[in-house]
């Protein structure tokens, strides 16, 4: 598994992104909300809503089936945020740019192993109502907002 950029590693370690996504994992977990009390159908307009009044621009990739924010360009960086909501899962994406260069482009499960060790796994946080995944969503963003201020 390939290294996390230096920049990248140092902004996850400031924000204690491991601990913080452990948390959530652990709070929208499966034993929380077994496989069959899962939400699986899902309202695009809700969860666009949802992105809306967190203060995001939301889109719906259709060919890939994810919903994506408006990248937002600070400084040198350029970020994105991506959510891949399945099976009543939120894998959870973030996209970092420094120019042209990819510094990030994977999901959340995947930092931790690189942090940690590859053996490591973070399990992806579930929900089974909307209001479940607006709180997740909520985490996600707070998160997010910490990181790119951590980058800078």
Partial sequence: MAELNPKIKDALLKINFVER???L????????TP???RLIYIDGEEVMEMIRAAGYSPQFN???KFYKIEEEHIGKYSFGFHIILRDGTADLVWIVREGDV???GCPWGTYSRRLIDVDYRIKKP????YE???AILKI????????KCALQ
């Fill in 140 to 147: 996600a963003f707070e998160m997010y907002e910490d990181f």
């Fill in 102 to 104: 990819l510094l990030l």
């Fill in 126 to 129: 579930v929900f089974g109502t």
């Fill in 132 to 134: 479940d995944l607006e």
């Fill in 21 to 23: 996504y452990e948390k």
């Fill in 25 to 32: 994992s652990a709070q929208f977990s499966t034993a929380r």
């Fill in 35 to 37: 496989a069959d009390d």
């Fill in 62 to 64: 259709t060919k890939e």
